[in-house]
């Protein structure tokens, strides 16, 4: 086979809780950004094999394979095969990497990876049914100790000895760099507008109005940051996170389409990047949050490479701690680290930002006229996920 392609890659902007996406239901908003990644490609529909969509509450609106539903609202071909993905936080990065695996094997020559999440209508832990019993039994427990992505955070924070004055300096530096980003139109060739409803505070529909610029940036300073509550204000070892140096609950969707490379060139279409390799690893539970530093040196070392030949790179920002953490022990050059504001100023919108980190990455990539960049998520429970693209 030959090499792995990304044809086009989109994002819907990324909605605050209860702002601009909040009452657009999740499989309208998926079919957008389906719809639009298709067309901008420039591809008959019924030439994607598969569609793998990544979604981590799968429950009411997003239940029923999603991806399936998604595809079929967009109008888009009846035979083409669906999946909806479930990696916590890594679920469309994880869609990504079986995408592109699908395509290596000779399975299918496109696929379409991407992921959705409307958290102001879909809760975080909607899926979490006490009376259908504990996800974790006591047989983990004879393993492992259970913990929090919070009690994660706050243990890498101690490990490596970050003060809350040094989280709160990155959470800075993200909201700076994410509203430059906006400002200079950054990110405008990336964003599917959509049309989203608005509603009264009694929920009944007024009208439409069209969300095309992400909305989670705010003016940030350190004072203002000193000023907020810890996140785990009873925690015996004390607790240096925050809502500010933390990523935001968020509504959003994304979409890349993939391609065997000789196939697309067979169709006319433009190769914008090669797909270097895609993994998704495991790592420590308890501390949980730290799969991004072996993610990232696995996927470094067989393919050849060091953080010195990266140009471009994409780490969600789950919380300060986990970035701060993984660039210690990558020693990457933090000039080159979400040079457009990462999860804590743009927010977090689950399923759908590893699609999102995947998009923001290539076009990146093609402003700064780089090589190679690289993409990794912390994932709950103790895994990551990393990324390594090749710009054509």
């Given at each position: ?38 067309r901008r490609a420039g591809v008959d529909s019924v030439e994607v094999g598969q569609i793998l969509g990544g979604c981590v509450s799968q429950v009411g609106q997003q239940s029923g394979n999603i991806a399936r539903t998604a595809w079929l609202t967009a109008g888009l071909s009846e035979a083409t095969g669906a999946a909806t993905i479930h990696t ?305």
């Amino acid at each position: 086979m030959g090499d792995v392609v990304i044809v086009e890659a989109v994002r819907s902007a990324v909605g605050k809780r209860r702002g601009g996406l909040s009452h657009k239901l999740s499989p309208d908003l998926f079919a957008d950004v389906l719809a639009e990644v298709i067309r901008r490609a420039g591809v008959d529909s019924v030439e994607v094999g598969q569609i793998l969509g990544g979604c981590v509450s799968q429950v009411g609106q997003q239940s029923g394979n999603i991806a399936r539903t998604a595809w079929l609202t967009a109008g888009l071909s009846e035979a083409t095969g669906a999946a909806t993905i479930h990696t916590q936080c890594g679920s469309s990065q994880q869609a990504f990497t079986l995408a592109y695996g699908l395509i290596a094997g000779g399975v299918t020559d496109f696929a379409v990876a991407g992921g959705i999440e409307i958290m102001s209508q879909v809760s975080m832990t909607a899926s979490t049914l006490p009376e259908l019993g504990p996800a974790k039994t006591p047989r983990y427990e004879e393993h492992y100790e259970l913990t929090t992505q919070f009690e994660a955070a706050e243990r890498i924070a101690e490990a490596w000895g970050f003060s809350r004055a040094d989280l709160e300096a990155f959470a800075i530096t993200s909201q700076e760099r994410a509203a430059a980003a906006i400002a200079d139109h950054r990110f405008t060739d990336q964003i599917v507008p959509v049309e989203a409803p608005v509603v009264d505070e009694e929920g009944r529909q007024t009208g439409t109005r069209v969300i095309d610029t992400d909305e989670g940036p705010r003016p940030t300073t350190a004072e203002g940051l000193a000023g907020l509550r810890v996140n785990m204000p009873d925690r015996a070892a004390g607790s240096r996170h925050t809502a500010g140096t933390s990523s935001q609950i968020s509504d959003g969707s994304s979409a890349l389409l993939l391609a065997e490379a000789v196939r697309a060139a067979d169709l006319g279409l433009r190769a914008r990047a090669r797909v270097v390799d895609s993994l998704l690893t495991g790592n420590d539970p308890v501390m949980m949050l730290t799969g991004p530093i072996p993610a990232t040196q696995k996927i470094l070392e067989r393919n050849g490479l060091t953080m010195d030949d990266i140009d471009v790179v994409e780490i969600n920002e789950a919380f300060a701690s986990v970035v701060l953490a993984w660039a210690h022990e990558t020693k990457a050059d933090m000039a080159k680290v979400n040079v457009n504001g990462g999860a804590i100023a743009l927010g977090h919108p689950l399923g759908a930002t590893g699609g999102v980190l995947l998009t923001k990455a290539l076009h990146e990539l093609e402003r700064v006229n780089g090589r190679h960049a690289l993409i990794t998520m912390c994932v709950g429970g103790g895994q990551g996920t990393a990324t390594l693209l090749e710009r054509i």
